[in-house]
């Protein structure tokens, strides 16, 4: 990735520029950051619209339609992640690798919110700390690929870049980008959040309950007796709160949560179109999120990405993989976050559980030495794929563990704060990845292999994942 100083004018046609975003530039004239300023950039992982008539006409609908979430929630969530940035709370962002147009069903999204909320109560007692819930979910629709073409039963089409842009049909006219998607997944997104905004208030978080669930799988599990003590330790904990007056039944703060929004921020006329300017504060929101990602196909310092989401005042995240030099974590840090607001960028490192150990930690003191507050998060997922002699893409969850290992030493080894994970799940019984306590074998991986991209842990190994990290923590 380039780090070379940025320098353009103002493409042509923008006599108004939007509010400027949280960046050291100018607010007007050449070089001013406007909702529409990326254009000017080089834009990765865009899909090739065959009618650019047919997409104008949908991105002039979505300017116009409700914002998803609202400034004042992202706001909320900043200072949830800031609290992480200064170690005294811990992210869990987990969900699907692509939302599809297919699985709307409420008993769907309600696993995920489960195991989801499972997770988080198991963490929140390891780590002895508030966990900040954020969800891939609610608008996770698009995919960056390696590859432009993929080979589905000997032939060749392009590579499926998920349901907003064009369907996973194996045939060229069904894998044609079509902007109504963009409609589509707005809709989709607000449906979601909808239905998880009613379940997060609801009494389904409730923490009892929620308890109640762990202690179910706990009983089911093979490894259940490793992880009974820390059941064991909750429920006296609960008890405990109970014994001193505390009604766990009307304590809004034990039944009522918080689950964010976040997704890749990979369509950028998507993107732009959804973003809104903040009545109270006269900045600019991308309000198709409460958090937004840049992957690691396109945080390129000089491309369209970075350009975008500069601007806006969302919380950010980066991926970070194992290629990423100091000098760019430094100049993304630099760039992102030049007002060193504590929360607004996260990086999300997948760096493989091979060379995590050696790659992690020169990061780790290049943005310390720059004085420049981030959120550092594990993806231990992104760098540990592999393919099956079959071809079946998988992940082992030793590997996944290993990742996890390494980046808690690394972060112990230089002084700063491990400040969460970030995976891949879905709450069905899935057989996508290997391994776990009650383990996925090689053989049993076409059982149910549903993922339309990366394969997920199901519940079980999401529990399991979780149990260990709680350990991790406390041992740390
Ligand atoms: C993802 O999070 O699904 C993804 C594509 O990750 P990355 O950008 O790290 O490869
Ligand atoms: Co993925």
């Known amino acids: 990735m380039s780090s070379a100083p940025l320098r353009r004018s103002r493409p042509l046609g923008q006599q108004k520029p939007d509010p400027p975003g949280p960046t050291s530039?100018?607010?007007?004239?050449?070089?001013?950051?406007?909702?529409?300023?990326w254009r000017a950039f080089p834009a990765g992982q865009q899909p090739d619209w065959p009618d650019p008539a047919a997409l104008e006409s949908v991105l002039a609908r979505l300017r116009g339609v409700p914002p998803l979430v609202f400034a004042g929630e992202a706001r909320a969530l900043l200072a949830g992640l800031g609290e992480v940035c200064e170690g005294r709370a811990f992210l869990l962002q987990a969900g699907e690798c692509v939302e599809s147009f297919?699985?709307?069903?409420a008993p769907a999204i309600r696993e995920r919110l489960k195991v989801l909320l499972q997770m988080s109560a198991v963490l929140t007692y390891g780590a002895m700390l508030p966990v900040v819930k954020v969800g891939r979910l609610a608008g996770q629709f698009a995919k960056p690929r390696t590859e432009p073409t993929e080979t589905v039963d000997g032939v060749e089409l392009p590579s499926f870049r998920g349901h907003v842009v064009h369907s996973d049909e194996p045939t060229l006219e069904a894998r044609t980008p079509d902007p109504e998607r963009l409609i589509q997944g707005?809709?989709?997104a607000a449906s979601t959040l909808n239905l998880l905004r009613a379940f997060t208030k609801g009494g389904f978080a409730d923490l009892t309950l929620v308890h109640t669930w762990n202690r179910e799988f706990v009983a089911a599990s093979p490894a259940g007796q490793r992880y009974e003590a820390l059941a064991d330790e909750i429920e006296r904990a609960l008890r405990f709160i109970q014994s001193i007056g505390i009604d766990l039944a009307n304590e809004p703060s034990l039944h009522e949560v918080d689950v964010w929004t976040s997704h890749e921020g990979l369509l950028l006329e998507y993107e732009e179109a959804l973003t809104r300017t903040d009545s109270l504060t006269g900045r600019p929101y991308d309000c198709s999120a409460h958090m937004l990602w840049i992957?690691?196909?396109?945080?390129?310092?000089d491309g369209a990405h970075v350009e975008f989401f500069s601007g806006v005042d969302n919380p950010i995240g980066v991926k970070l993989g194992p290629t990423a030099t100091v000098q760019d974590a430094v100049a993304l840090a630099e760039r992102l976050n030049p007002g060193r607001i504590p929360g607004r960028l996260t990086f999300i490192t997948r760096m493989g559980a091979r060379r995590v150990r050696d790659v992690l930690p020169p990061l780790l003191r290049a943005v310390q030495q720059a004085g420049i507050p981030v959120v550092w998060v594990c993806d231990p997922m992104h760098a540990n794929l592999v393919r099956m002699p079959s071809g079946t893409k998988t992940r082992?969850?030793?590997?996944?563990?290993?990742?996890?290992?390494?980046?808690?030493?690394a972060h112990r080894e230089v002084g700063t704060w491990p400040g969460g994970v970030h995976l891949e799940f879905t709450g069905e019984d899935v057989t996508e990845c290997l391994g776990g306590s009650e383990a996925v074998l090689e053989d049993q991986l076409d059982n149910r292999y549903e993922t339309l991209c990366d394969p997920r842990l199901?519940?079980?190994?999401s529990l399991d994942l979780a149990f260990r990290v709680a350990e991790l923590m406390r041992a740390g």
């Not at 530039?25 to 300023?37: C, I, K, L, M």
């Not at 082992?396 to 030493?409: N, T, V």
């Open 25 to 37: 530039r100018p607010a007007t004239g050449a070089g001013a950051w406007t909702t529409s300023s």
């Open 102 to 105: 297919r699985d709307v069903s």
């Open 186 to 188: 707005y809709y989709q």
């Open 295 to 301: 992957g690691e196909r396109t945080r390129d310092l």
């Open 396 to 409: 082992r969850f030793d590997e996944i563990m290993e990742e996890l290992h390494g980046f808690f030493a």
């Open 458 to 461: 199901n519940g079980r190994q």
